[in-house]
């Protein structure tokens, strides 16, 4: 059964940099692309962006250019930074798996991690 | 970025009712559309794929249909555990949206 597990800091301070990582259980990492998905409090799901071992991935336009999604193959886990991080960014943040070949969807998804973003 | 637009926000049934969730469109998603179960607390979980393939241990109960623009998740009979938020989710075109939700209550 794959499991995701993710941490990272819950509190941070305008303009800091949001950094979450999500271990991968019971699969490779290789084979499958990896997303972040983000809910902020009382909102609907927002998709972050996704990327595979290789760095090929692609980045929601509106987070792109503070964000960086990357892979850690040896420990197979993958990770999230997001700069300069303001009050809009406080969410639970979810990591993902998408298996191109099954369903194309995200799924399983990681227990969630609420990160608050307050002076 | 294409829009989803779920309808009812709230759907208010009983046990062992029919519940009959909409996801529209605002461009043809042709059948790339997921639904995702969403429990307090918890992680969400995929349902179905493909507009109508439920995914793996996901109970009969739950079928999902359409093409398009237009989707719809019904739950057969409603369990006390079925009363929770349900999204959709495209993957036609990027970024990857999601609905508003609905919840069933």
């Known amino acids: 059964q794959v499991q995701l597990q993710q941490w990272g800091a819950g509190l941070l301070k305008p303009s800091e940099t949001l950094s979450l990582t999500c271990a991968i259980y019971g699969t490779s990492l290789t084979g499958y692309y990896w997303s972040w998905i983000r809910q902020p409090p009382g909102k609907g799901l927002e998709w972050i962006g996704e990327t595979n071992h290789r760095g090929s991935g692609t980045y929601n336009p509106s987070l792109k250019s503070r964000l960086t999604i990357s892979t850690d193959t040896p420990k197979n886990q993958f990770s999230l930074r997001l700069n300069s991080v303001t009050a809009a960014d406080t969410a639970v943040y979810y990591c993902a798996r998408i298996d191109i070949v099954a369903t194309n969807s995200f799924d399983p998804w990681g227990q969630g991690i609420l990160v608050t973003v307050s002076s | 970025e294409i829009v989803l637009t779920q309808s009812p926000a709230t759907l208010s049934l009983s046990p062992g009712e029919r519940a009959t969730l909409s996801c529209r469109a605002s461009q043809s998603v042709s059948n790339h559309l997921a639904w995702y179960q969403h429990r307090p607390g918890q992680a969400p979980r995929l349902l179905i794929y493909?507009?109508?393939n439920r995914a793996t241990d996901i109970p009969a109960r739950f079928s999902g249909s359409g093409s398009g623009t237009d989707f719809t998740l019904t739950i057969s009979r409603l369990e006390p555990e079925d009363f929770v938020v349900y999204y959709c989710q495209q993957r036609s075109d990027w970024p990857r949206t999601f609905g508003q939700g609905t919840k069933v209550e």
């Open positions: 493909d507009a109508s």
